[in-house]
């Protein structure tokens, strides 16, 4: 199993843009289509989880998120999915690690993550600090986690 962070050029980025296009949640399709746009900043990544160059999961470790541009709250996990045929191996939790690892090596002390989901965040370490409005009028649960 091989955990880390990608960019675009990297061997396994195509292969990944379209197992995000193909996987079962509809945010795949966005990432899928983001990537093949190049649509990240220099520092931004997509970490993957691999088995022998078959891709079993993803994140994204990036400036924004859901949230108005104005929010105050940077750089973000997002994106988080692991393959049902991969689930149950703790990789979400190894995506999440490396993205933290990526996000001190590079200076940040703080990262933050929005989700619907209840009780998932916190057995990785993050803390809710409240619902937020997003800028598609839906609310989502805000956490933090320190780097």
């Known amino acids: 199993m091989t955990i880390e962070p990608i960019r675009q050029g990297h061997p396994l980025w195509e292969k990944t843009a379209e197992f995000a296009q193909n996987c079962s949640w509809k945010a795949g399709t966005f990432l899928a289509e983001k990537m ?8 931004e990544r997509v970490i993957i989880a691999a088995v022998q160059n078959e891709i079993a999961g993803f994140c994204t470790f990036t400036e924004k998120d859901e949230l108005p541009a104005d929010s105050g709250f940077s750089p973000f996990i997002g994106f988080v999915f692991v393959d049902e045929r991969y689930r149950g191996n703790r990789l979400s939790g190894q995506m999440i690690r490396s993205a933290l690892c990526y996000a001190g090596e590079i200076g940040y002390q703080t990262v933050y993550l929005l989700s619907g989901e209840q009780g998932l965040y916190e057995k990785y370490g993050f803390e809710k600090i409240g619902e937020y409005e997003t800028i598609y009028g839906t609310t989502d649960q805000l956490f933090q986690i320190a780097v």
């Open 36 to 43: 093949r746009r190049n649509g990240f900043l220099d520092w």
